[in-house]
Structure formats: C-alpha cells, structure tokens
C-alpha cells in the first residue's frame, strides 16, 4: 500500500472517530441537561443556575461552532423551554437559537458553495417572516410587549439558518442527536404518567391536562403539554428513520430502541392528531425511500388496522382510560366552537383579514405568555386568548391573515415539494435520500397535527421544524449545484441547464 494511501486512510478515521467522539459528548451532555433541569423545576437556586450556565458556555469554549448546533438542538428537547439560567425572562430557547447560530453563519460566508442564489424555500420563508413583522407594524398601535412577542416567537428559526448552512459530513451527526435528544426528553412522560400523576416541570395548579381523582392524566414532560410533547416526537422519530434505513449490527438496534421509545412516548399523551400525524408521515417516508414497498406497507398496516379493530377495541371500549384519552366525546365540538368564535375576528376588516391582529398576539396576556393589554378584539374573546384557538392555520388567520396563512403553507409545501424532487432527481445518494424522505415526513407530521393544535407557538416544535426545513433546502441547493456542473461539464446551453436544474 502507497504511504499517500496509509495517510488517506488515517484522514478518513480520524474524521469518522471525531463525529462519534461529538456525538457520544453531546449525548452525555444532554443526559445531565435533563437533572439540570429537574433542580431547576424543584428548587433552583444560584448554585443550580451557575451550573446550567455551563451548559452553553462548555459549548462554545470546548467545541467547535459546528457542534454548538447539536448543543443547542439538545437544549431546545430536554429542558423545560421556559426557564434557563435561572431566569424565566431568558428563556431555554432563545440561548438554544443563540448557540446553533454562533460561528456558522460567520463559517457559512467564508465558504464559496455559501455564496449560493436563495432558493424556494429561503424566499417563503423570508415571506413568512415579513408578513409576521407587518402583521404586528400595520395592525398597530404596537408596544414592547408586542415587540417581544415577535422576536420570542421567530428565534427558533435560527435553526433554519444553521441546517442551511451545514455541511453534508454534518447531517448525520443531526439527526443522530435528534432521534437520541427525542427519546431522553420522552422520558420524564412515562415517569409523570406512570409514578407521579402530576407535572414533573411546571406548575401542577395550572396544569391543564390533569385528571381528577380517578381520570386519566396526560404527561406533558419538558415539551409542557402533550400536543407539544407528541408534535417533537413525531419529528425526532421520523427524523431517525434516516438512520434505520442507513444504519448497520449495534446502530441500529440502538435507532430501534431509541424508535420504540419515542413511539410508546407519544401514545402516552394519548394526542391522537400527533399520532395520526406520525402515521402519516411514516407512509411518506416509505413512499418517498422505497416506492416499491409502498403497497406492501399499506396492506399491513390494513391488515393491522382490521386485527386492532375486530379483537383488541371490543376489550378496550369499555374502559374509562379509552373514553377519557381517545375517544373523548365531544372534543370535536370543543375545537369547531373555538374556530367559530375566531372566524368573526378573522372577517371584521380588510386589515384583519388580510394581515390579521399581530403576529404571536394571542400571547399577549395569556397567562404563560407576556404580560400586558391585548388587542381589543382579542380581549373580546378571553377564550381563545387562555386556550387557542387549536388549530395552526386558524391561529395563522388570526394572527396573520391570509397573507400569513399562504406564506406558510409555501414554506412547508415547497420544502416537502423540495425534498421529493431532489430525491427523484436520483443525485442525492443513499445517505442524501433517507435523509430527505425522513425530513419530509417529519414536516408532513407536523402540518397534520396543525390541524388540531398549534405548534408554532411550542418553541422545541418551531425549532425542530426550522431545522428539517433548513437541511431540506441546504440539501436541494445542493442538488442543483450538482446538476449545473453536470451540464457544464456536458457543454449543455445555461438556458436549458437553469431549466433542468429548476426541475431538479
């Protein structure tokens, strides 16, 4: 063997063992999050606070600015997202966005392939963004309160510029961190559900999801309440599909595991619509990775579906565990009369219904949320303040208006439009490919459960989605960088190259 060889060969090792060696530390590192986070919730304290200072403040001195990403996306899943460092102001979020932020937009723009046109995905989200900064200048009169509300609510999507920006060697380490981070947070749901039927985190009193004597109790975790809790799962779970499809001997036992979790966490909650949403985005990431295996997926889950059906539900009706957490009658009728009594405030003006009453504005005033006067017409309906209006596209129309709503139906269409064309392109590889299909699926995921909750306000939702979003157009980017030297290097006219590629 030529010594040029031996040297490649320790490059290549080196490098894999450094990747394993970040991630087995940043796993370790959100292990004690999560104790971190248990002091904080039950007595605080400065020597507790000083301690999870060191959470980011480690990141930044030990790592490079790469895995200050993993540090924060492990942040944003296991601790309690209101309460960081010893303050409820600064939030765990906002340092989580800080630090996958840190040094990769500077890293970003000392690379040439950074210096890319924007694409689809940018330009809607760009749009999403503007009309949620409009929403709240035109609607007016604004305030701080109003100010904060935007800046709180679009911080997490700081992910989106880290996913951009990461290099192929990266989105491995990703989603490894996404799948481990969403099984240690589903933890503390079956210690909640099972041991002390209360919140772990959070203030028991205001807790909405508790039972009474002798109901059932709905863990919430460190998400804060089982729609946020089974939203994040359904991504991570989905997410570590990748990982199932392109993982080998002890790796994939461990994705198993991590998978079997994750899924028994999100059927604790008993959130049927993030359930539905998981199964759903399960079908896409086999219609997207293994189109062929798409009819023998659908018979089982059939033949699944008709077993549960005719033997296990005539066992299960009966029980109150069943009528309380999934059949809940007259939930439906809840929901419908939170849109209606939203509908009136959608349509009362041209402003309204064009830009909504502000952006994030139904935090203002809610209890957990910031403190001060809502809108007038908001306040005429305290209801949807206190409780949503649950659902993320009624919210948007109440927030945003059909500016709003349009602008962000393009940013999650168009990046699952992305990622099945790239894939489809057949230029992605094996790595490429499950990684797209398990992004898509997780955005599909969540836009079925924002038909029955609303998401974007639960920042470890925002930020996971923010995150898939960005890898989906980093990874489409480059594609058509590949397709465009593939033309040049073919002598193909630029007219047609930019049409080829467009498609591609």
């Not at 240690?184 to 508790?210: C, D, K, M």
């Not at 955005?443 to 974007?456: H, N, R």
Request: charged share 10%.
């Amino acid at each position: 063997m030529e010594p040029g060889s031996v040297l490649r060969a320790g490059a290549v090792l080196g490098n894999r063992l450094g990747i394993l060696h970040r991630q087995r530390w940043v796993i370790a590192l959100g292990v004690s999050s999560i104790f971190l986070a248990w002091l904080i919730a039950h007595g605080g304290g400065l020597g507790v606070a000083l301690a999870l200072a060191l959470v980011p403040a480690a990141a930044v001195v030990l790592s490079p600015s790469k895995n200050r990403l993993l540090v924060g996306i492990t942040m944003v899943l296991l601790l309690p997202w209101w309460y960081t460092l010893g303050s409820p102001q600064l939030k765990v979020f906002v340092v989580a966005s800080l630090l996958a932020m840190t040094g990769l937009i500077g890293a970003a723009a000392s690379q040439s392939e950074a210096a890319q046109p924007v694409n689809v995905i940018d330009l809607a989200l760009a749009g999403f963004v503007t009309a949620a900064v409009l929403s709240v200048a035109f609607v007016g009169p604004y305030t701080y309160n109003s100010l904060a509300a935007v800046v709180l609510a679009l911080l997490p999507l700081g992910f989106y510029i880290a996913g951009r920006n990461l290099g192929s060697s990266m989105w491995r380490p990703v989603c490894w961190v996404v799948l481990v981070g969403g099984t240690i947070a589903s933890l503390p749901l079956f210690y909640e559900f099972f041991v002390l039927h209360r919140p772990l985190f959070g203030n028991g009193s205001t807790y909405q999801w508790s039972g009474q004597v002798g109901s059932l109790f709905r863990p919430g975790g460190t998400f804060g309440s089982p729609p946020a809790a089974v939203t994040a799962l359904s991504m991570t779970a989905l997410c570590g599909l990748s990982l199932l499809v392109t993982s080998t001997g002890a790796r994939r036992l461990i994705v198993w595991v991590c998978l079997t979790v994750s899924v028994l966490g999100m059927i604790v909650t008993f959130t049927r619509a993030g359930i539905i949403g998981f199964v759903v985005g399960l079908v896409v990431f086999v219609a997207l990775w293994q189109p062929a295996l798409l009819l023998r997926f659908t018979f089982v889950t059939a033949a699944l579906s008709l077993i549960v059906l005719l033997v296990v539900l005539p066992h299960i009706a009966g029980k109150s565990w069943y009528e309380e957490g999934v059949t809940r009658h007259g939930n439906l009728a809840i929901r419908e009369s939170r849109w209606n009594l939203a509908w009136p405030l959608i349509t009362n003006s041209t402003t309204h219904l064009t830009l909504g009453h502000g952006f994030n504005s139904l935090q203002i005033g809610h209890p957990g949320g910031l403190a001060g006067q809502p809108d007038a017409d908001l306040a005429s309906q305290p209801l949807l303040i206190k409780e949503s209006p649950h659902s993320q596209y009624i919210r948007t129309l109440l927030e945003q208006g059909f500016v709003g709503l349009g602008l962000l139906l393009a940013w999650l269409l168009t990046s699952v439009g992305k990622a099945a064309g790239s894939i489809h392109s057949g230029r992605v590889g094996i790595e490429g490919r499950a990684l797209l299909a398990g992004c898509a699926a997780a955005i599909v995921s969540f836009m079925i459960v924002s038909l029955a909750g609303d998401g974007l306000r639960d920042p470890s939702s925002l930020a996971l989605l923010a995150l898939v979003t960005g890898l989906v157009a980093g990874r489409s980017r480059a594609v058509a960088r590949s397709t465009g030297d593939k033309f040049r290097r073919r002598g193909v006219p630029a007219g047609e190259k930019r049409s080829v590629a467009s498609r591609a």
